[in-house]
């Protein structure tokens, strides 16, 4: 089962799931045998609103670390985000075409976004984020969110 | 007239209350189109607002008809405040659903919605004419119980 950190900001709980890692974006990364699954942070989905359509790189796309992978339209915002990683794309979360709100209602497992076959994930995950940093940052985020309401 | 067929006289309409937000916007600009224009005999506003303020008058409107509500987000607001009213929802519609089937009319904006805000709007306000049409009394004497 899962682990997570967890913060309480003004009304908001935001979780942070510790058996993976994050980009600065909070895009998750998460090693699963040879394979990295990825997705977004529940306080990415929690900031940027409902989901109205997920837009993936489709699969067999070669991906470089910085890359956009994926661009979300929520009520908000669209927005894009960066991969986490060099790799190619195994597989696109069929959530993400059917049912997007998958992001919003479990966004650390049946919210996945894809799975990327890594090409050098043992040096890049070095430029990521564990979730304990991920955690701090976010928190930084959500307090500077919560003071424009 | 019986208090059943009262009910059938005239639909309530609630909308979400989220000012400063697009979709919020969206679900108030097609109960307008609704109440003022589309099926003003059948149908008529009350401000959820009022329902969160307790109003007497906007929680017995809501009590005594049938209730459509339209939901700007997944808070679902303006349908538990019915719910919680005493209302009978006949038919919650969400915002984003309705974008999800048309993505051709992306809403932007918030005071003034942009032209596909205005058209989503329009789209979602023939919806609920319609399930105004399935569950009010169209014979002439229908809408005269206000």
């Known amino acids: 089962m899962t682990e997570f950190l967890e913060t309480t900001v003004d009304k908001f709980i935001f979780k942070v799931?510790?058996?993976r890692y994050y980009n600065s974006e909070g895009v998750w990364a998460k090693p699963e045998e040879e394979m990295i699954r990825i997705g977004l942070s529940?306080?990415?989905q929690q900031r940027n609103g409902d989901v109205a359509f997920a837009e993936v790189k489709p699969e067999g796309t070669a991906i470089a670390l910085g890359d956009e992978v994926?661009?979300?339209e929520t009520i908000k915002v669209d927005i894009a985000f960066s991969s986490p990683l060099t790799g190619t794309i195994i597989e696109v979360n069929p959530a993400m075409e059917e049912a997007p709100e998958a992001i919003n209602q479990d966004p650390y497992d049946?919210?996945?976004i894809a799975l990327v076959k890594p090409v050098a994930w043992e040096v890049e995950r070095s430029q990521l984020l564990d979730a304990q940093a991920y955690f701090e940052r976010m928190k930084v985020e959500a307090e500077e969110e919560t003071k424009k309401l | 007239m019986s208090d059943s067929t009262r009910k059938l006289n005239h639909v309530v309409i609630v909308p979400c209350s989220g000012i400063g937000k697009t979709y919020g916007t969206v679900s108030r600009e097609a109960a307008y189109d609704v109440v003022e224009e589309l099926?003003?005999?059948r149908s008529k506003l009350v401000a959820l607002s009022m329902?969160?303020?307790?109003d007497e008058q906007a929680r017995a409107s809501v009590a005594t008809n049938l209730v459509v509500t339209i939901d700007g987000c997944k808070l679902a607001c303006a349908t538990k405040m019915v719910q919680e009213s005493g209302g009978q929802v006949a038919r919650d519609f969400a915002v984003l659903d309705v974008y999800r089937n048309h993505r051709q009319f992306k809403p932007r904006g918030i005071a003034v919605l942009n032209e596909?805000?205005?058209q989503l709007a329009r789209v979602l306000a023939e919806e609920i004419a319609t399930v105004v049409d399935d569950v009010t009394d169209p014979s002439p004497e229908g809408g005269q119980n206000a």
């Open chain 1, 42 to 44: 529940d306080f990415v």
């Open chain 2, 39 to 41: 099926r003003p005999d």
């Open chain 1, 17 to 19: 799931a510790v058996d």
């Open chain 2, 51 to 54: 329902l969160v303020l307790g």
């Open chain 1, 70 to 72: 994926a661009v979300i």
């Open chain 2, 116 to 118: 596909g805000g205005q």
């Open chain 1, 110 to 112: 049946q919210g996945w």
